[in-house]
């Protein structure tokens, strides 16, 4: 409730906005960007101890550019919006047909001949996934092929993470899901099928593509993507910008997941990316301490990077 002398002081400064909304838009971007000048200049100057994971100008004008867009597009409109800023992506994963290490492809063959002790799935509440959707909002017809996996991580701990799957989520905006989880003790859970849609990204694009299957909502690579995320080791229950990183079990079974999905889906290593990579808010930067070089050495023994 607004009392009544407070509505009336306002009332002058409403009739302004309603009469010159784009006004009011420029003179909000004009200050957030001064604030952002300001605050940019600031910390430049002092002395910063994380200064190494502080985020560049450029980063944080393009957060502010889509920051507005997302305030901007509040009101579903009929005409689809345009596509967004194409972000290139340059895989840390390298070509490589030769020196392969012998234990390594060992140990995961083995793995993978005995996938029943370490791999299973579980039935996650049906709020939090749903079918991949063959048109968009605007009738567009999609490719609901699964083209690019989004690595993740949980954060806390797997059981945590499970019990939100599990619970009822009605609302559109609640839902969260991975169709693949793994737990520090390289134990893997599917909760929803590959060919299915996981709810793994919210406002995300991948290359320039998003799919927009609601009209209420910014575009997603949910409709293309497969989603696979890491335990979080226990000390990475925070927002540090590092943790202690991921065992070497975990990797294993990543290799193992990644490895079927490749060749089930026909996807290129250069389409394995980052839940940080492809969000578009600029407030993702999981999976945090990721070690690259343990997944390369794994997938080329697999021979899944032998590829042009
Ligand atoms: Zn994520």
Redesign the pocket.
């Known amino acids: 409730m607004v009392p009544d002398s407070v509505k009336h002081r306002l009332k002058p400064l409403h009739g302004f906005v309603g009469r010159h909304p784009l006004a009011i838009i420029s003179a909000m971007s004009l200050g957030s960007l001064t604030l952002l000048f300001l605050g940019w200049f600031a910390a430049d100057h002092l002395d910063y101890s994380h200064a190494g994971s502080r985020p560049s100008l450029l980063e944080l004008l393009d957060q502010v550019s889509q920051e507005q867009g997302r305030q901007l597009e509040s009101q579903p409109s009929n005409s689809a919006p345009k596509p967004p800023y194409s972000r290139s992506w340059t895989s840390p994963l390298a070509r490589q047909c030769s020196g392969i290490n012998p234990k390594i492809r060992q140990r995961l063959t083995s793995l993978q001949d005995r996938q029943h002790s370490w791999r299973s799935g579980l039935t996650i509440d049906p709020t939090n996934f749903g079918e991949r959707h063959k048109h968009d909002a605007f009738g567009h017809e999609l490719d609901v092929n699964p083209r690019v996996v989004?690595?993740?991580?949980t954060v806390y701990s797997l059981s945590s993470a499970v019990n939100t799957f599990m619970t009822p989520h009605p609302r559109d905006e609640d839902q969260v899901s991975?169709h693949t989880l793994i737990g520090l003790d390289g134990r893997v859970l599917d909760l929803v099928p590959p060919t299915n849609r996981a709810y793994?990204?919210g406002y995300s694009a991948f290359l320039g593509e998003w799919a927009i299957t609601n009209k209420r909502f910014k575009g997603s690579v949910n409709n293309f993507a497969l989603?696979v995320?890491l335990e979080t080791p226990k000390n990475g229950a925070n927002n540090n910008s590092r943790h202690s990183g991921y065992t070497e079990a975990q990797y294993d079974s990543l290799a193992l997941v990644l490895s079927g999905w490749m060749n089930r889906f026909n996807v290129a290593p250069a389409a394995i990316t980052?839940?940080?990579h492809v969000?578009q808010g600029g407030e993702?930067s999981?999976?945090r301490s990721f070690d690259w070089s343990a997944l390369q050495a794994r997938l080329a023994s697999l021979g899944e990077l032998c590829v042009s």
Do not use: F, I, L
């Open positions: 989004v690595m993740h991580e991975y793994g990204a989603h995320s980052t839940h940080r969000d993702r999981d999976p």
